[in-house]
């Protein structure tokens, strides 16, 4: 599947539970997103970089996202820079 199809999947996702979530309680859906996409924005930063370690940043954003301290680590581990290899191997020097 392309980095392009998952984004889609992903946004229709997150757009699907903030409609149920604001049909249900008759609110505005975009303080749902608002808050899915705060919460999933270290998923959403690995994913953007295309990071190798994809795997374990969404599993630590999913599972201890809920945490501060969790929700931080993921995002260490989305964020952190490339090293000099890693950038030529990837073609992005």
């Known amino acids: 599947m392309k980095l392009s199809h998952k984004w889609a999947a992903f946004g229709g996702v997150m757009l699907l539970l ?3 979530v604001a049909e249900r309680d008759g609110a505005n859906p975009l303080p749902v997103l608002l ?8 998923t959403i930063v690995a994913l953007s970089r295309r990071d190798r370690n ?4 969404v599993v630590v954003n999913l ?5 501060l301290i969790g929700w931080a680590v993921a995002l260490a581990m989305a964020v952190r820079g490339l ?9 992005v020097l």
């Open 54 to 57: 994809i795997g374990p940043i």
């Open 35 to 42: 808050l899915v996409g705060l919460y999933l924005l270290p």
């Open 83 to 91: 090293s000099d290899t890693k950038r030529h191997d990837r073609g």
């Open 63 to 67: 599972l201890l996202g809920w945490t």
């Open 18 to 20: 903030a409609m149920l």
